[in-house]
């Protein structure tokens, strides 16, 4: 390990919060994907008619978590408790349900929507989006892009400077 510090590989490692956020992102938006697919699965298993092509209109929809998610701090997420990811998670998701029924009534394509494969929906996404996270986490988090940089005011001339290189001991 000391020669590739001296070498200068370990240096140039820093963290990449963009890409942080992008992979939180993209896992956020798979586990939508995931908890949609097998609801509405479920509802076909069940008897229920499902119109493929009327949920596929929906698709662009599910944009609104993201931003969601965004506006309630969730990306990168990094240096929250794990409590307040998961309240602040659970609260945009249940937000952006919302905001999706509340466009189905006032539409007036409510009715074509499956009520139960709607709320199915919303469990599992609840269930998979911190699920999701929480894989990215034991996947990438000793990867060297993972994490931000942070600064610390130190009483010296220079300020000293890191990066969060550790995973949090909750990852």
């Given at each position: 390990m000391g020669t590739l510090w001296k070498r200068g590989a370990l240096a140039k490692a820093r963290p990449l919060p963009s890409l942080t956020a992008l992979a939180l992102l993209l896992a956020d938006l798979l586990a939508l994907l995931l908890a949609w697919g097998l609801a509405l699965l479920f509802r076909a298993a069940t008897g229920?008619?499902?119109?493929?092509?009327?949920?596929?209109?929906?698709?662009?929809?599910?944009?609104?978590?993201?931003l969601l998610f965004g506006a309630f701090g969730l990306y990168p997420a990094l240096g929250l408790h794990p409590a307040q990811e998961l309240r602040r998670l659970a609260t945009a998701t249940a937000l952006g349900f919302l905001l999706l029924a509340t466009g189905a009534f006032l539409s007036k394509s409510g009715p074509l929507y499956s009520r139960l494969s709607f709320l199915l929906a919303f469990a599992l996404a609840l269930l998979f989006l911190p699920l999701g996270r929480a894989l990215l986490r034991?996947?990438?988090?000793?990867?060297?892009?993972?994490?931000?940089?942070?600064?610390?005011?130190?009483?010296?001339?220079?300020?000293?400077?890191?990066?969060?290189?550790?995973?949090?001991?909750?990852?």
């Open positions: 229920g008619s499902i119109d493929p092509l009327l949920y596929l209109r929906l698709l662009p929809a599910l944009l609104v978590f993201p034991h996947l990438f988090a000793r990867k060297a892009w993972w994490g931000a940089g942070w600064w610390w005011p130190g009483r010296a001339r220079r300020p000293w400077r890191g990066s969060f290189r550790r995973p949090p001991s909750w990852a």
